[in-house]
């Protein structure tokens, strides 16, 4: 049986779209994956599949002397890498970007190993900068992104399939939002929450909630108390379908990742996008993408007081939720499938 080797990591926005692709890949081919004791160990693991772990360094934006240990961590964490490659002896390796996954490419490279990897942004993230050109083809989920490379191709955002086809009144009722007199808005403040996004939602909750059930994720250990009738929280939520299937409308942060899952879904969205010295400015670029094709509204942070205002003004616009029915975001598990099994079957 061929074998793959998986890699990317730091935030769950670079591991799970991995996991969407490793669930449709599990009985065709033997899967492994490569990265450190992180984010994406916990997240791999469930899955039962080999995993083989690296020390890998990250570059801290701005200044930091930290910077200057690098080139010698990366130089142990490629080392690292071939030899469990050797070890392996994986016909591919294909990475969803983020540091984790630079030593693991560039250990690919030296070993004569065929690469892909995939970028979910708008604009290309440092890691797929620096080895999008050791790759056999630089995979994207925005057609402008694979059009500004020399081997860049478009293939759309890799998904989960538990996204799709829950019952909505089955999901509604999970919820405990039975009743048929309000519709539901799902709040998602990224995979750790955002204190920022939470803060708002609940100054406002009273308010809200007159109109609306409120489904919030809030991320970990952001959990409150709360006797505000309609309102639900979770930490996390590992069955996102029913929280997508339950909603009529969604707040969120613009990572790649909820980009195109709510689009996908065809939900009406308001992008709340992460503006601070963490970004890089990706998910602006994202947002704003969207919102020149008329598929979402953006709120920024500074704005955050128009809040209230801004939710009613996404839930009643008629022409966005018929633009959105019209819209061609997809799934693009099967075209990256296609771009794997290319390579594999050379």
Not at 132 to 146: H, M, N, Q, R
Not at 212 to 217: A, E
Request: proline share 4%; charged share 25%; aromatic share 10%.
């Amino acid at each position: 049986m061929k074998k793959i080797v998986f890699t990317g990591g730091g935030s769950a926005g670079h591991v799970m779209p991995n996991v969407a692709l490793m669930e449709e890949l599990k009985d065709k081919y033997e899967l492994f994956y490569i990265g450190t004791n992180g984010i994406e160990k916990g997240l791999i693991s469930p899955l039962k599949i080999p995993y083989g772990q690296i020390d890998c360094p990250k570059f801290i934006r701005g200044f930091s002397w930290k910077n200057f240990t690098i080139p010698f961590a990366f130089h142990r964490a490629v080392e690292k890498a071939k030899e469990i490659l050797l070890t392996i002896q994986p016909d591919i390796i294909f990475s969803k970007g983020g540091y984790v996954a630079l030593p693991v490419v560039f250990a690919g490279k030296k070993l004569k190993i065929p690469c892909l990897t995939h970028e979910s942004d708008l604009s290309l993230g440092l890691a797929n900068r620096l080895m999008g050109g050791k790759c056999e083809y630089l995979l994207t989920a925005f057609p402008e992104t694979a059009e500004s490379v020399m081997n860049g191709r478009y293939v759309g955002a890799p998904l989960r399939s538990s996204i799709f086809g829950m019952d909505k009144g089955m999901a509604r009722a999970k919820y405990g939002f039975s009743a048929l007199n309000k519709p539901v808005l799902l709040v998602l403040g990224g995979g750790s929450g955002s204190k920022t996004v939470n803060d708002f939602i609940r100054k406002n909750l009273f308010q809200l909630c007159r109109k609306y059930y409120i489904l919030h994720l809030c991320g970990k250990g952001n959990l409150v108390e709360s006797n505000v009738a309609g309102y639900a929280q979770r930490e996390f939520e590992t069955d996102m379908g029913a929280a997508y299937a339950c909603a009529d409308g969604v707040i969120a942060r613009s990572g790649a990742n909820t980009v195109f899952e709510v689009l996908s879904l065809k939900k009406p969205t308001l992008f709340i996008p992460l503006q601070n010295a963490r970004s890089r400015g990706d998910q602006v670029k994202n947002a704003e993408y969207f919102k020149k094709q008329g598929l979402c509204h953006v709120l920024y942070e500074r704005e955050l007081e128009k809040l209230p205002t801004a939710i009613d003004g996404m839930m009643q616009d008629v022409s966005l939720q018929q633009r959105l029915k019209t819209c061609d975001v997809t799934c693009g598990n099967g075209k990256i499938i296609e771009c794997i099994k290319e390579l594999i079957e050379r």
